[in-house]
């Protein structure tokens, strides 16, 4: 049972356009939330978080949204470039459980055009 | 700093054959994590240890052992390889103290294909 999904594999975007990949969770009991990013042939990096107490987050061009009600959170890319052309994933956690452990979506591959 | 290295980059196995994979950081993080990524599933955990001395089973960890050798390092080893067992495997590592949620830091992988 995938816990968070990523429902879309890919999205093609305009360089200078809004970039919008989307994730949605099924667990009620996670608290925070990660987006990565992966090049080919290297592991994934860091790129933004949000806890559930709040509901935006930004750093820069990027925007971590999240939606309690809906279980859903989002990240925006404003304006899109060519070398933001990666696979991102989002990740969940319970930060209560100190555990530590990420769950991971399926990642969704974005190709920014010149 | 070199962050989170792990040896094989590429690895090809036997059905049946064993190895282990090595992963270190020095970082002096105390949390270490192996994941496996497969295409449309994302990564997933097969174990982790929230400390030095620690080990505890992800999602996925049948047919796979992991030893803390110390605080630097992490190694995932494979007894008797399946063709299922073909992945890219990341090891990743974090600061946080005994499991809270922190951010990791990934290796760059190594790729095994099992025959």
């Known amino acids: 049972d995938q816990q968070v999904k990523q429902n879309s594999p890919s999205l093609s975007v305009q360089e200078g356009r809004i970039s919008i990949l989307n994730c949605d969770y099924t667990?009620?009991?996670?608290?925070?939330f990660l987006w990565y990013k992966k090049y080919p042939a290297e592991g994934p990096t860091f790129l933004i978080s949000?806890?559930?107490?709040?509901d935006k987050n930004e750093d820069g061009r990027f925007t971590v949204f999240l939606n309690k009600s809906a279980k859903h959170l989002s990240l925006h890319i404003v304006p899109s470039q060519p070398g933001d052309s990666a696979v991102y994933f989002c990740?969940?956690?319970?930060?209560?459980?100190?555990?530590?452990?990420?769950?991971f979506g399926q990642g969704t591959t974005l190709q920014v055009k010149p | 700093n070199a962050g989170v290295t792990q040896t094989p980059k590429f690895q090809v196995l036997k059905t049946g054959q064993s190895m282990t994979l090595q992963c270190a950081q020095d970082?002096?993080?105390?949390?270490m994590y192996w994941y496996r990524q497969d295409p449309g599933m994302g990564l997933r955990l097969i174990y982790y240890?929230?400390?030095?001395?620690?080990?505890d089973k992800g999602e996925v960890p049948n047919g796979y052992n992991v030893s803390r050798l110390n605080k630097r390092e992490f190694s995932l080893r494979l007894e008797s390889a399946a063709p299922s067992q073909t992945s890219v495997y990341f090891c990743?590592?974090?600061?946080?103290?005994?499991?809270?949620?922190?951010?990791?830091?990934f290796g760059p992988g190594t790729r095994l294909t099992v025959l």
């Open positions: 990740a969940a956690s319970v930060w209560s459980s100190n555990t530590g452990k990420l769950i």
């Open positions: 240890s929230a400390s030095e001395g620690t080990t």
């Open positions: 990743a590592s974090s600061a946080s103290l005994a499991g809270a949620t922190d951010t990791q830091y």
């Open positions: 949000i806890s559930s107490i709040k």
């Open positions: 667990n009620s009991m996670f608290d925070y």
């Open positions: 970082m002096n993080h105390n949390s």
